[in-house]
DNA sequence: AGCAAGTGAGCAATCGTTTTCCTGAGGGGA
DNA sequence: TCCCCTCAGGAAAACGATTGCTCACTTGCT
């Protein structure tokens, strides 16, 4: 009696959320068959499953995730570590992730380790801690990272890297395909009658740079042609050195046609100086650029022909294989996700 | 006998991740005596405690979050929801919030939510499942939002709207100081003598922009003075409007000293047009921008002075202000984060 | 020497679900 | 009529850590 009135009226719901037991209580069964009823486990009467959807319905209950990861040791979670501040190159990617696992019942959690290794075995330790399912790995570049490592217990995780590949081979990596990529510019200049193509790219210690230059140089000459300048132009990721190094293949190779630009920024940058020279986009020099990012690309006069490197395919991508791995193991090496085309006025 | 036979030569450690259970056993005490030399309660012998600490070492023992979790109630996570993508103003808040967070021992649970009012619910469902201790909610714009509803259960989380407050004034909301920015902004050409000053800005259902606009011009008049084209250039946010609006401005008001704009992409197209008209920045027209969004402001020629949101520092703001409403309860009400000058060569 | 106070450590309940057994009732066949 | 089989549903043991309560053993004091 003392009991029963310390925990107030017989029959009265417990005050908070709703746990299993309310549920089995207000259904007339137990715990386990409550249970049973609303994973579809087990053999029952329809008529007793559906007493316990009312109840379910009626209390408005939720499963406590806390207690079902505790038992099944699974926690519906995949870390998202991105190693080099959010920006440009990952916000997409990590959307794409996001998007392909928030479909189902996997939440993202989020780790920012602004290129701190410290900050990244921190981080790593909390997501093993938190048994989280999987983790997807992204840094800013295409330039390959080391893998994860340096915390017990991580062995058992798998790992996608997206975006930066890691540079040991035997790990899952979604990458972007730079060479299909500047093979779609280069072809898209040449297929547009331009032979005398010059290429302005960043730096040459990034790999994007290098990549691209390669491979775009590659299938010049396997056209039986080669770069307006004799050379590749390596300097920034900006426009201040599109507009400069424009300045010079202009005076360098003044019979250049078209210019294939490492990034968007560079492209606006090249745009800018021939604008200022009297020289007209496409119809004198053409210009392909490389990120399409909108607002360079869509801002610039004029706007630009671009490659799309589909990052939010990447992300999408790596999450799928993240997912495959979680539920069949993992299936190692590299994939690469091909670039596409987008034809502005520059061309 | 035959039961340890089954588990394993005696001593050897049980494989997989280590368990309390393991730490206690290897330590020679029993499970609460474990834990209870790990939490620091309980009184106990020093000696006993540290040989559970070096049994802790020796496996690499960790606790599992989801036993922990299921105990205490609390998950050590919060809920980060972006309404409409992670663009330019979510990231740095984003940003800003996770490395408060991320300080503690909670980490964060990424939401997009893409504008969609279903995928919204569908993460609150989700957050309120997983026992968040708190959520964050942040637009990429400053117009007011309808608070978070419709989910049994989110009563008992703490909300803190970050960016774009909550229309419901009783709810904690934390955001930048329009009036403030707008003001600084003003007050700084007025402090260079400009006093014949045009304002172009986006869309008027932009609360951004209708509020830059009333408060710099309330400024403007509380010096005595008034738009020098007699009106606000309300239009887009894009560098094509403030190219357009620039050309409008010569026009109308040639006598104009300077430009103030709703934000980088159309100070840069002003910048633009002027720079064609053959008019010098900032000798004979100064500009001011507004978001310092470095990739615009840097690359304009010339850079561009620019009104600074402090938007990681809105995020930070915001995630301290939960931690509080976490800990202490809520202290409804709004807050705003003061604006920045940042000073480059455009006045 | 005997009793009280104090202290170190273990037992067991708890958090909320899942899952494996296991029981008991009812029906059908011999 | 009796036995066996089937099937609905309950009891209880996990999952791993925390914590209040209890017990046993030292001390210290009279």
């Given at each position: 009696?003392?009991?029963?009135?310390?925990?107030?009226?017989?029959?009265?719901?417990?005050?908070?959320?709703?746990?299993?037991?309310?549920?089995?209580?207000?259904?007339?069964?137990?715990?386990?068959?409550?249970?049973?009823?609303?994973?579809?486990?087990?053999?029952?009467?329809p008529?007793?499953?559906?007493?316990?959807l009312?109840?379910?319905?009626?209390?408005?209950?939720?499963?406590?995730?806390?207690?079902?990861?505790?038992?099944?040791?699974?926690?519906?979670?995949?870390?998202l570590?991105?190693?080099?501040?959010?920006?440009?190159?990952?916000?997409?990617?990590?959307?794409?992730?996001?998007?392909?696992?928030?479909?189902?019942?996997?939440?993202?959690?989020?780790?920012?380790?602004?290129?701190?290794?410290?900050?990244?075995?921190?981080?790593?330790?909390?997501?093993?801690?938190?048994?989280?399912?999987?983790?997807?790995?992204?840094?800013?570049?295409?330039?390959?990272r080391?893998?994860l490592?340096?915390?017990?217990?991580?062995?058992?995780v798998?790992?996608?890297?997206?975006?930066?590949?890691?540079t040991?081979?035997?790990?899952?990596?979604?990458t972007?395909?730079?060479r299909?990529?500047?093979?779609?510019?280069?072809?898209?200049?040449?297929?547009?009658?331009?032979?005398?193509?010059?290429?302005v790219?960043?730096?040459?210690?990034?790999?994007?740079?290098?990549?691209?230059?390669?491979?775009?140089?590659?299938?010049?000459?396997g056209?039986?042609f080669?770069?307006?300048?004799?050379?590749?132009?390596?300097?920034?990721?900006?426009?201040?050195?599109?507009?400069?190094?424009?300045?010079?293949?202009l005076?360098?190779?003044?019979?250049?046609?078209?210019?294939?630009?490492?990034?968007?920024?560079?492209?606006?940058g090249?745009?800018?100086t021939?604008?200022?020279?009297?020289?007209?986009?496409?119809?004198?020099?053409?210009?392909?650029?490389?990120?399409?990012?909108?607002?360079?690309?869509?801002?610039?006069?004029?706007?630009?022909?671009?490659?799309d490197?589909?990052?939010?395919?990447?992300?999408?991508?790596?999450?799928?294989?993240?997912?495959?791995?979680?539920?069949?193991?993992?299936?190692?090496?590299?994939?690469?996700?091909?670039?596409?085309?987008?034809?502005?006025?520059?061309?």
């Amino acid at each position: 009696m003392l009991v029963t009135h310390a925990a107030g009226a017989p029959g009265s719901p417990p005050a908070g959320r709703a746990k299993l037991a309310d549920v089995a209580a207000l259904a007339g069964v137990s715990v386990g068959t409550a249970s049973k009823a609303l994973n579809g486990a087990g053999r029952m009467r329809p008529e007793t499953r559906q007493r316990v959807l009312d109840a379910v319905a009626e209390l408005g209950f939720r499963p406590n995730q806390h207690a079902q990861s505790l038992h099944t040791g699974r926690s519906w979670t995949v870390g998202l570590m991105t190693t080099d501040g959010i920006g440009r190159f990952s916000t997409p990617v990590l959307l794409g992730a996001e998007d392909a696992l928030g479909a189902g019942k996997i939440s993202v959690l989020l780790c920012d380790t602004r290129g701190d290794a410290i900050r990244e075995q921190h981080h790593l330790r909390n997501l093993v801690d938190r048994r989280v399912d999987g983790i997807i790995v992204t840094g800013r570049r295409t330039d390959p990272r080391p893998p994860l490592t340096g915390i017990t217990g991580l062995e058992s995780v798998p790992v996608v890297y997206a975006l930066s590949p890691s540079t040991d081979p035997a790990d899952t990596s979604v990458t972007s395909d730079d060479r299909g990529g500047a093979r779609l510019a280069v072809e898209h200049l040449l297929s547009a009658g331009r032979t005398r193509i010059a290429h302005v790219t960043g730096p040459e210690h990034h790999a994007a740079a290098r990549d691209r230059a390669r491979h775009g140089l590659e299938h010049l000459e396997g056209a039986g042609f080669g770069l307006s300048t004799g050379r590749v132009h390596f300097g920034e990721w900006s426009e201040a050195w599109g507009r400069r190094a424009a300045d010079a293949v202009l005076r360098t190779a003044p019979d250049t046609d078209a210019f294939f630009c490492g990034n968007d920024q560079i492209a606006r940058g090249v745009a800018d100086t021939l604008r200022e020279r009297g020289v007209t986009v496409p119809e004198d020099i053409a210009i392909v650029g490389y990120d399409n990012w909108d607002t360079m690309a869509l801002a610039s006069r004029p706007p630009l022909t671009t490659i799309d490197m589909n990052l939010t395919e990447i992300g999408r991508i790596a999450a799928l294989r993240l997912l495959e791995a979680i539920d069949e193991g993992l299936a190692p090496g590299a994939h690469t996700v091909p670039c596409r085309l987008v034809v502005r006025e520059s061309t």
